[in-house]
Every structure is written in structure tokens, then in C-alpha cells.
């Protein structure tokens, strides 16, 4: 089964919250959007911008996970996925190294 993975902003960052919509999620690590700023509109939500940058947790998300949180989030109704290539620092205690690059599923923006 190939690996699925999420970033996550704002709510999304709680383990707790977390646990509950997406019971099979793992932390993977984390991440910095470049060129991206976290906004809060209604709810969080992320915006191009060459002159920022938005440090963000990744989970990887089982196909189960994902059919969740399409649901929680309303997508695509309310939010949609884009994919967008991120380099990954796993959660690792001591050790900051480049992975390759993934394709992510993520929620960005309102419709």
C-alpha cells in the first residue's frame, strides 16, 4: 500500500485532536511551506507568498485517515487538496537530515 502524507497547520497540530479524527495517523515530522503564510481567516488556511514561510507537522495517514479528514474538513466543498512537493525532517530525536522530496495531500484555502 503506498504511504499517504498530510500536513498539517492549525488544529491539525493537537496529537489529541488528531487522535480522534484519524485514529491510524502517525507523526512523520516536519516541514516549512516556503513561500507560503498561515492566515486565519474562519478557520486557519495557508496563501502563496514569496515572503513568507509556515512551519507545519506531516502525518502519514492511512486511505481510511484521509477518507476522515476529507469529511472533517468538507473538501472539497469547503477546503481542497493540492499536492505540493516538501522536503520532511523526521521526528527524531537528534537527527536532522534531507529526505527526498514527497507529494503531500494537503488542505489549503477556501473555495
Not at 21 to 33: C, E, F, V
Request: glycine share 6%; with cysteine; charged share 25%.
Amino acid at each position: 500500500m503506498k504511504k499517504r502524507y498530510y500536513i498539517a497547520y492549525g488544529s491539525n497540530l493537537s496529537r489529541e485532536q488528531m487522535a480522534f479524527r484519524t485514529p491510524d495517523a502517525k507523526i512523520a515530522g516536519t516541514a516549512i511551506l516556503i513561500g507560503w503564510q498561515l492566515l486565519f481567516k474562519v478557520h486557519a488556511t495557508i496563501e502563496e507568498n514569496p515572503k513568507k514561510n509556515t512551519p507545519v507537522l506531516v502525518w502519514e495517514i492511512s486511505g481510511e485517515d484521509e477518507k476522515r479528514l476529507d469529511r472533517y474538513e468538507g473538501c472539497p466543498s469547503y477546503y481542497y487538496k493540492r499536492e505540493l512537493p516538501v522536503e520532511v525532517f523526521p521526528s527524531v530525536v537528534g537527527s536532522r537530515y534531507r529526505l527526498p522530496r514527497w507529494s503531500m495531500s494537503w488542505r489549503m484555502g477556501m473555495n
